[in-house]
């Protein structure tokens, strides 16, 4: 663990100041900034490496105070810096943790995309997308924050919850949420996707689906999958949605599962030839359209 090309902590800049400061202090700065333009000041994610310090392993992102709660408890430390600068949109911040368990893997890079088409290419090189929009709420501007780990990890658990009751737990547990209601825009309940990862390549999952009807539930079934309990249309007056997920079989071992929301993303990704999911996660109300995609 304590390798000197290990992340050991993070930083947030929104001024000169901030820049200054992190930049005195030995931090790395990722150099795009991911206010998008949409302000007068520049926001830019920083990052640090000491030999024989504790590594991050974990990351995640709050835009909702309970969506804090959890973090907070599970002892996740917070940025008190607000990525977001949309005139309107929410304030997002940061959180980070130094995990031990066997499904912590360091992280040793991180990657900032502004664009949809920069987004396969990362996913073919190994990299993880953290599921929140940092620029949410901002018009054609989807900024995602990636990480790279220290070893080949993949996906060996996924899971739903549509409250918050249940976070820490699953932090404790080792989950990672995909930071993003997949109710988002329909009302209804707060309805969150997590994942654990592993090193361990026989126990991963090989392969994903979303049912929208009861057909597609009995004809998925019958294929082997097992069916996550939470409906990711809880509260809703649209389909009932569930994801279901396959651990057995010759397929590829995921290592990567992205929610996207722009059409222009979903092309991206299925030209590219990553495994697309074509079942819109907010079938039958207003709310906005979502796709799993997975590598």
Known sequence: MANEHLITKLGVSTSKDDEEILGAQGYQLINVDISGGNCSHRVFLWYKKECGMRPVTRIQFSFLNEMSKGLDSAGYEKIEKNLNTV?????????????NSEFDIPIVNLEVSKDAKEEPALLQDGWERLGCEL????PNNLIYLWVKREKPSYICE?????DFNSDKQKFDLGFTRVDEDTNRGAGG???????RRTTDKSKALTALNVSTDFQENVRIQNE?????SVNLNAGTTGNDVYVWHLNEGCESQIKVMVLLMNSDACQVYQKAG???VNKNLNEGNRGQKMYIAYQ
């Open 87 to 99: 005139v309107g949109g929410r304030a997002i911040n940061l959180w980070y943790f130094y995990g």
């Open 135 to 138: 620029n949410r709420g901002a």
């Open 224 to 228: 082997g999958f097992k069916k996550l």
């Open 158 to 162: 996924i899971a739903a919850t549509s």
């Open 189 to 195: 309940d707060y309805v969150y996707l997590w994942y």
């Open 274 to 276: 990553v495994n697309f």
